[in-house]
DNA sequence: CGCGATTTGTGCACGCCTTCACAAGCGCCT
DNA sequence: AGGCGCTTGTGAAGGCGTGCACAAATCGCG
């Protein structure tokens, strides 16, 4: 059952029990439930109902209780969730009161805006270096950073123990990049190019890419187009809601 | 919402009358598979099997052969997949053959990079809209198209037919601007602002949340620590691989 | 001190998705 | 023409995730 035993809050890292083993659905939607509770600790509220946080994260509060009750929450019947208490946490589960370093390699259209993105810092994380390999990228400033060659990559990932690699380089050249970061011991990395990585069992990969939503909304365009073609006037009806959200990532 | 009526398909001898009713993870996965076929096209390679084209879209044989089962798809046993014939079949379940318009609202850090992102037009979408509130933005040319005022949405939607927006405003104002876009006609939103949206249920929205993607990276990054603190040298096994992918979007 | 109102935690059933395994179909070679 | 090897398409099984519905727990109040 509840192992509520576990009085200890976040901070502290010599003896982690046994690490929850959440399953990945749930993951994915703590970061969410995350920031609303963050958006409900700034309006003051102590606790809040499932119901209510549910609603705020956009999901539905059975999913959420059971989401909760899986990394043997603290909530109290009749009352609800202790909101900092829960802020905690998460962010423990998380592993963001480490407030990982990450780094992002190259520093184009939109690396650039990646680099002055304050949801980073706001969020958990520390961008420490910027890297690139054009000469003339290199050796810029930005938003209090300077422009790394990526052959240093190695030696600052290092210093800084950078587990975090964001990709923002062109699709031909991700892949490179990726080797270089898994030799310099990045064992997460976020791509923004598109294309599949190949990288080590032991390294995650989480992959954004723009032209895919677009295309999953366009087919849903296309579907809709295609209904409103036919006879019932198949309208707007009172569903509920869904915001899904997932993704995986390699393991071994 | 008055859209040109379209036939039939491009490769359909027998007749494809009702819209295929693809489960949405299919859906997810057919960009990616339809980036791999271009890929595969660009080679000069004329027919792919279902183990090559997986290896390229990063997933499982039977996986994709059975995405592909679902559109009634067209393969040689013994032989493969024609690639041509399904990179139109493809795009044309995902609408990508109306070359759909796109608008962009918020031309701040992220919106810039957005505008001038070649990676639209090549893969079957045309931005020709970008709006803002900041007077000091409107009238602001980039990459060929003026910054607009958000009042002239619209009309321009109206003009254009518009039918996907794409959000990236700071978070506070993401639901003004998505009503905003609603009343415009829009009815598929990309949404780049962290927080959930609500609109109505004939809308599609799918977000992206670049913290989201960190934290959950962080917690692999949290979870593989905690086991290396865990007995021997369990290092890497033999495990096959594993690809990701999904998300999942609104609907009705 | 007990009762009712409230809200959590979860057992259970259902549906979606993934994966395996294999028969059917196709081209090629002899 | 026939056989052989290769590849697709799919039936079936298992796993995962979702949502319902309810018992258990807690609080406030009379
Ligand atoms: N711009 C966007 O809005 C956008 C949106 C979605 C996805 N993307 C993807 O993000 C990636 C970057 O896009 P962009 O518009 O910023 O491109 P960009 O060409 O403006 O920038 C790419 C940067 O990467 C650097 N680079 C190239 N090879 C490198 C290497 N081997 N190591 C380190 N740096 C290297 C280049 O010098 C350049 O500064 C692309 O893959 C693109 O498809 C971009
Ligand atoms: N910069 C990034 O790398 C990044 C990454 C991920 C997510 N985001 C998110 O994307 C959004 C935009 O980020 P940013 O860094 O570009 O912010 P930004 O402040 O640089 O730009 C925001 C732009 O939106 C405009 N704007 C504000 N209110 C508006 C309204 N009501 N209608 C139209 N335009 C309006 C502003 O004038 C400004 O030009 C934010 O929600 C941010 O959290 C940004």
Redesign the pocket.
């Known amino acids: 059952?509840?192992q509520q035993r576990h009085g200890s809050t976040p901070g502290e890292a010599g003896g982690v029990p046994a690490f929850p083993d959440l399953?990945?659905?749930t993951i994915a939607r703590l970061p969410e439930y995350l920031r609303a509770l963050h958006h409900l600790a700034e309006t003051g509220a102590e606790t809040v109902?499932?119901?209510g946080l549910a609603a705020a994260a956009g999901v539905?509060s059975?999913?959420l209780?059971?989401d909760?009750?899986h990394l043997g929450?603290?909530?109290?019947?009749?009352?609800?969730?202790d909101v900092s208490l829960l802020v905690a946490q998460i962010e423990y589960i998380l592993g963001l009161d480490e407030n990982r370093a990450v780094c992002l390699v190259g520093v184009g259209n939109l690396g650039h805006a990646l680099a002055g993105y304050a949801g980073f810092a706001s969020r958990g994380f520390r961008v420490v270096a910027l890297f690139d390999t054009d000469p003339k990228k290199v050796g810029e400033q930005i938003n209090g950073l300077t422009v790394r060659h990526l052959d240093d990559l190695e030696r600052i990932a290092a210093e800084e123990s950078i587990a975090i690699g964001v990709i923002a380089t062109p699709p031909g050249t991700a892949q490179t990049v990726a080797d270089a970061l898994v030799a310099a011991g990045v064992t997460s990395i976020l791509n923004f190019a598109p294309g599949v990585l190949s990288v080590p069992s032991n390294v995650d990969v989480r992959k954004v890419d723009l032209a895919i939503e677009l295309q999953i909304l366009s087919f849903h365009e296309h579907r809709k187009a295609s209904l409103t073609a036919l006879p019932g006037g198949r309208a707007a009806a009172a569903s509920p809601d869904k915001q899904?959200e997932d993704q995986e990532a390699v393991g071994s």
């Open positions: 059952m509840s399953p990945e659905a109902s499932s119901e539905n059975a999913k209780r059971k909760l009750s929450s603290y909530g109290t019947r009749g009352v609800g969730y899904p």
